[in-house]
């Protein structure tokens, strides 16, 4: 009986080291999905810039093409 609370010990010593492990772990997901997220936003932002610069490229290239069209 005296090695039983030695064992239980042991037992609760390496449970709180395995939660501390998964919780590190669960810490660092966490952290790559954000990371994840933010690069995914700017990605985004990036995007909808250069979509909009190249809609205002094409309008301005049309009306070149008018400009032209027309002529001297």
Known sequence: MASEPEWLRSEIKRLFQELGETT???IQAAEYGLAVLEEKQQLKQ???ELELEYETIRTEMEQLKEVRRRGP
Do not use: G, L, M
């Open 46 to 48: 990036q995007y909808e």
């Open 24 to 26: 590190r772990e669960k």
